[in-house]
């Protein structure tokens, strides 16, 4: 079989497209390298003495793990001096962090989920890192962080790195979804799916059920009506899955179909849901329907959100289109 890396792709895909310009092409093979070194630091775990918490919180108030911090290191470090970047945000930082002046700037605006599954790292299951990349609006001198306030729609590349059993990087920068896996011995990551795509029908579906007394109406109809199975009124059997890692629940959807679920509930009305839309729903967003699913916070698609602040949260309804569709519409008509 010819291996393809994923320099490779890249360059051809310019070349095919003109769709990745040079600049683009290093920031994501940057990117891609940062998340080799987290994998690594992940696959030693207590050998590394990388497991447990950090003595901090982050702005969400949740406690960071020291692997946490260490991956938002890493990626800053290695995004910090290629010239291909004016500014980054993170998960983990309140503020944005625009590119020290000892560095050339460049004309592209990064934000990452450093490390997504935080509750899963001390206990080995599958992790990872999700990526979002703007441009720079024109003519910005000093970023701020309403620079950064630009609708999903406006990414040009999105992707996330999976730390499991294989370790994968999932691209798209506009042009349909494609999978890479390192190959671990040679340090390269080789194009191993092409094209990936979500079926439209599912019988799948991923929440965290233990929060279903705060659900609002339309998510609990919709529930309930899976769970009812074939003879409910949906006529067929569902599956449940929920890893607790919304990129290792993401993934399987873009393997095998499904419908990944966070949606707001009556907890605390002024924050929908517990996802952030600018580096965890924005590029899950455009993966997913790169892959021909949909995504939507039941109202509007996510990518078209014009976002108000940097760690906003939303609600989220991804996945298969159909099933998408169907609580999406559960929320416009209201609950009989
Ligand atoms: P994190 O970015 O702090 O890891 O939080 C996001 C994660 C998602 O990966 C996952 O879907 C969700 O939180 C799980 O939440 P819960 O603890 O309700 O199962
Ligand atoms: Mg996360």
């Given at each position: 079989?010819?291996?393809?890396?994923?320099?490779?792709?890249?360059?051809?895909?310019?070349?095919?497209?003109?769709?990745?310009?040079?600049?683009?092409?290093?920031?994501?093979?940057?990117?891609?390298?940062?998340?080799?070194?987290?994998?690594?630091?992940?696959?030693?775990?207590?050998?590394?003495?990388?497991?447990?918490?950090?003595?901090?919180?982050?702005?969400?108030?949740?406690?960071?793990?020291?692997?946490?911090?260490?991956?938002?290191?890493?990626?800053?470090?290695?995004?910090?001096?290629?010239?291909?970047?004016?500014?980054?945000?993170?998960?983990?930082?309140?503020?944005?962090?625009?590119?020290?002046?000892?560095?050339?700037?460049?004309?592209?605006?990064?934000?990452?989920?450093?490390?997504?599954?935080?509750?899963?790292?001390?206990?080995?299951?599958?992790?990872?890192?999700?990526?979002?990349?703007?441009?720079?609006?024109?003519?910005?001198?000093?970023?701020?962080?309403?620079?950064?306030?630009?609708?999903?729609?406006?990414?040009?590349?999105?992707?996330?790195?999976?730390?499991?059993?294989?370790?994968?990087?999932?691209?798209?920068?506009?042009?349909?979804?494609?999978?890479?896996?390192?190959?671990?011995?040679?340090?390269?990551?080789?194009?191993?799916?092409?094209?990936?795509q979500i079926p439209a029908e599912t019988q799948e579906f991923?929440?965290?059920?233990?929060?279903?007394?705060?659900?609002?109406?339309?998510?609990?109809?919709y529930?309930?009506e899976m769970?009812?199975?074939?003879?409910?009124?949906l006529g067929k059997?569902f599956?449940?899955?929920?890893?607790?890692?919304?990129?290792?629940?993401?993934?399987?959807i873009?393997?095998?179909g499904g419908i990944?679920?966070?949606?707001?509930?009556?907890?605390?009305?002024?924050?929908?849901?517990?996802?952030?839309?600018?580096?965890?729903?924005?590029?899950?967003?455009?993966?997913v329907?790169?892959?021909g699913g949909m995504a939507t916070?039941?109202?509007?698609?996510?990518?078209?959100?014009?976002?108000?602040?940097?760690?906003?949260?939303?609600?989220?309804f991804l996945g298969s289109k159909n099933e998408v569709a169907r609580v999406t519409a559960y929320?416009?008509?209201?609950?009989?």
């Amino acid at each position: 079989m010819k291996r393809v890396s994923l320099t490779q792709y890249l360059v051809e895909e310019q070349r095919l497209n003109n769709s990745i310009p040079a600049e683009l092409r290093l920031l994501i093979e940057v990117v891609a390298r940062a998340c080799k070194t987290i994998s690594h630091a992940v696959g030693k775990g207590a050998l590394g003495e990388v497991l447990g918490s950090a003595e901090s919180e982050n702005i969400q108030g949740e406690v960071q793990k020291k692997l946490d911090i260490l991956s938002n290191e890493i990626l800053l470090e290695a995004n910090e001096w290629g010239g291909h970047l004016a500014a980054m945000a993170s998960e983990e930082m309140e503020s944005i962090h625009p590119i020290p002046n000892r560095y050339p700037k460049g004309e592209y605006m990064l934000l990452f989920d450093p490390l997504d599954g935080s509750s899963n790292i001390d206990v080995n299951v599958t992790i990872g890192t999700i990526f979002s990349v703007i441009k720079a609006p024109d003519g910005m001198a000093m970023p701020t962080e309403k620079d950064f306030m630009q609708a999903g729609d406006l990414q040009v590349a999105a992707g996330y790195a999976l730390y499991g059993p294989q370790t994968m990087l999932v691209l798209t920068t506009g042009n349909g979804v494609n999978c890479f896996t390192l190959d671990r011995e040679m340090g390269s990551w080789v194009l191993t799916q092409k094209n990936m795509q979500i079926p439209a029908e599912t019988q799948e579906f991923a929440i965290n059920a233990s929060n279903s007394r705060h659900w609002y109406p339309p998510v609990t109809r919709y529930v309930d009506e899976m769970l009812a199975g074939k003879t409910g009124p949906l006529g067929k059997d569902f599956n449940m899955r929920w890893i607790a890692s919304m990129v290792t629940d993401v993934h399987r959807i873009l393997n095998r179909g499904g419908i990944f679920m966070y949606p707001a509930d009556a907890r605390e009305p002024d924050k929908p849901g517990k996802l952030r839309l600018m580096y965890e729903a924005n590029p899950m967003a455009m993966i997913v329907e790169q892959a021909g699913g949909m995504a939507t916070d039941g109202h509007q698609r996510i990518l078209a959100i014009q976002p108000q602040k940097l760690h906003q949260r939303v609600a989220v309804f991804l996945g298969s289109k159909n099933e998408v569709a169907r609580v999406t519409a559960y929320h416009q008509v209201g609950v009989p």
